[in-house]
């Protein structure tokens, strides 16, 4: 373990944290596990720890209540966007919107119906040629955008695609991601009353 920080040491992500109010028992032992990990680690966004921090987000259209999905070809799904912060990023929101921006090439996108996160998940990772098997400590985000046709892939291999939040939970084959979309679709209702 690295050194160890206090809870005021003026971190972001803690306070982002405490804020946070799982949504079931399964996220409730992830964000233990999350706070943990920021607590005890001097960096934990450090990809040399096998559990440490990404940040990533589910893109929606308000007004036509559709969400943007990003097929990975590593774990061959459709999946939200996101990933690891780069060198000197602490703030996971602002991780998670470099991440959707550059995936998306949307440039309007903003937190969406505020700067909270959406969901807190640890996301098994398997090993490859380059890398052992490892975790992720998933900040999970909403933003929105008022362009969804200016949507573009940042790869040929990694195309992007608008769907309804029914049919997304139905592509994907990541329970944690039918989850995130669950929770996305009640954020949906509440904001739209419908």
């Known amino acids: ?16 944290l405490r804020a946070h109010r799982p949504a079931e028992s399964f996220e409730a032992a992830d964000l233990v596990r999350v706070r943990e990990l920021v607590e005890t680690e001097a960096d934990p966004w450090a990809r040399s720890l096998p559990l440490h921090l990404t940040a990533s987000a589910l893109v929606v259209h308000p007004p036509t209540r559709r969400v943007l999905l990003r097929w990975h070809t590593r774990h061959k799904a459709w999946m939200h966007v996101g990933g690891h912060g780069d060198p000197g990023e602490t703030e996971p929101l602002d991780v998670a919107l470099r991440e959707a921006r550059e995936e998306t090439s949307l440039d309007d996108l903003r937190p969406w119906p505020d700067r909270s996160l959406l969901q807190v998940a640890v996301v098994p990772v398997p090993a490859t040629p380059k890398e052992d098997a490892h ?44 989850r995130a979309l669950t929770l996305l679709e009640a954020v949906l209702h509440d904001v739209a009353g419908t």
């Not at 373990?1 to 982002?16: F, Q």
């Not at 999970?140 to 997304?168: G, N």
Request: charged share 35%; proline share 13%; net charge negative.
């Open 135 to 178: 975790e992720h400590a998933d900040l999970r985000f909403v933003f929105a955008t008022d362009e969804p046709d200016a949507a573009k892939p940042e790869r040929p291999d990694a195309p992007v695609r608008w769907m309804s939040v029914a049919h997304a939970r139905e592509l994907t084959a990541e329970p944690n991601v039918r």
């Open 1 to 16: 373990m690295s050194d160890v920080r206090r809870p005021d040491d003026g971190d972001p992500i803690g306070p982002l």
